[in-house]
């Protein structure tokens, strides 16, 4: 007979297997993991790396115009047949050229960001036969925009890195989770271990969202300064920057603290000023902004410029140990969240004899 370790860890990973039952079928995978759509970084490599692990690649278009787009997704497709999505910021100048090359390109699955998507992208998605996956703020949203026709759903917590919210990821689990049991709900901000994964499973998610821990894979194109500055941080050191003017809100970015979070205090006074003397209108001005991160993090993910670059990292970077391939990642992963499963059966076992 096999040891009754073996036993355990089976059952586990079968029970792992239907708590994300639904999730995985949603997106087509072995593994109910969404890939943090990160500027720069999440492009044709590491989508298809993550794909190809089991889990679910998401390009991010960031600044991408419609052509840089559509070279990505059909490069994706030429490292992959596995199921994999595109991350689209609705505030983008092209959006609908974006969509198009989504639809076009035979995308299965679209994440539209950066706030409320317009019902016009969802109807649009919908009609092509694309499932659409939006981010909910709120309950209350979620509602609003899966009567819209909104397929599935990302709550993620302030602990994430790069564009983020205010309330923290347990909250919002606990806010949304058990009142939104309709549509396929995936948790993201703050998760590097398996054991989170389990918990926000047990608590009704589909599935997980992770960026940083993919952020130094092996397949990452990052620069070796980007990674290393991953590998020595520690949770605090990830920080939301400051908003400036509260008529202007600006949607907080967590990054590592460095000269780029002095220097962007600056791109907002200057943006706001403009807007002020009439230059710009808010959406405008809120482009500039947008703007100033994607150039930005490029400087840091591409160049290597850790000082004058943006470090966009989630609090969970502290648990990037070393760098990785992305499948031994995602079987990490996977292996943290049965044994917690595990863990749980024997604790419940020990505690009723």
């Not at 564009?163 to 989770?177: F, R």
């Not at 821990?213 to 990052?222: L, N």
């Not at 003397?277 to 410029?305: C, H, M, N, P, T």
Request: glycine letters at 10%; a negative charge.
């Amino acid at each position: 007979m096999p040891p009754i370790g073996w036993m355990n860890n089976s059952s586990a990973h079968a029970e792992l297997d239907a708590l994300s039952a639904r999730g995985r079928e949603f997106l087509g995978v072995r593994h109910a993991i969404v890939g943090g759509a990160m500027s720069w970084l999440s492009e044709r490599h590491l989508v298809a790396a993550t794909s190809n692990s089991g889990a679910f690649g998401v390009i991010a278009t960031g600044s991408l115009s419609p052509e840089e787009l559509r070279e990505e997704v059909k490069g994706t497709f030429a490292l992959t047949d596995k199921p994999f999505g595109v991350n689209v910021i609705i505030m983008h100048p092209e959006l609908n050229e974006l969509l198009q090359v989504c639809i076009d390109e035979g995308v299965g699955h679209v994440v539209l960001a950066g706030g409320l998507p317009p019902r016009s992208a969802t109807e649009r998605l919908k009609a092509a036969g694309v499932k659409v996956i939006a981010f909910a703020p709120t309950l209350m949203v979620a509602k609003k925009l899966s009567r819209q026709g909104v397929d599935a759903f990302i709550i993620e917590g302030m602990e994430a890195g790069g564009h983020t919210g205010p309330v923290a990821t347990s909250v919002l689990c606990q806010e949304i989770l058990p009142h939104l049991r309709d549509v396929p709900v995936f948790v993201g901000g703050g998760i590097g271990r398996g054991d989170a994964i389990a918990l926000y499973l047990q608590m009704g998610a589909a599935g997980c969202q992770i960026g940083t821990r993919f952020v130094c894979a092996t397949e990452s194109i990052a620069h070796e300064k980007f990674k290393k500055a991953f590998l020595h941080a520690k949770a605090r050191d990830a920080q939301l920057s400051v908003q400036l003017d509260p008529e202007f809100p600006v949607i907080p970015v967590r990054a590592l603290a460095n000269k780029a979070t002095e220097q962007f205090f600056t791109a907002q006074r200057d943006a706001i000023a403009r807007f002020r003397s009439g230059e710009l209108d808010q959406k405008e001005a809120q482009l500039v902004i947008e703007r100033f991160w994607a150039g930005s993090l490029r400087r840091a993910v591409i160049d290597g410029d850790i000082e004058n670059g943006s470090l966009m990292a989630g609090q969970s970077v502290g648990m990037v140990a070393r760098e990785q391939p992305v499948a031994e990642i995602v079987e990490e992963l996977m292996d943290q969240a049965a044994g917690t499963l595990a863990r749980g059966r024997e604790h419940l076992s020990t505690g009723s004899g």
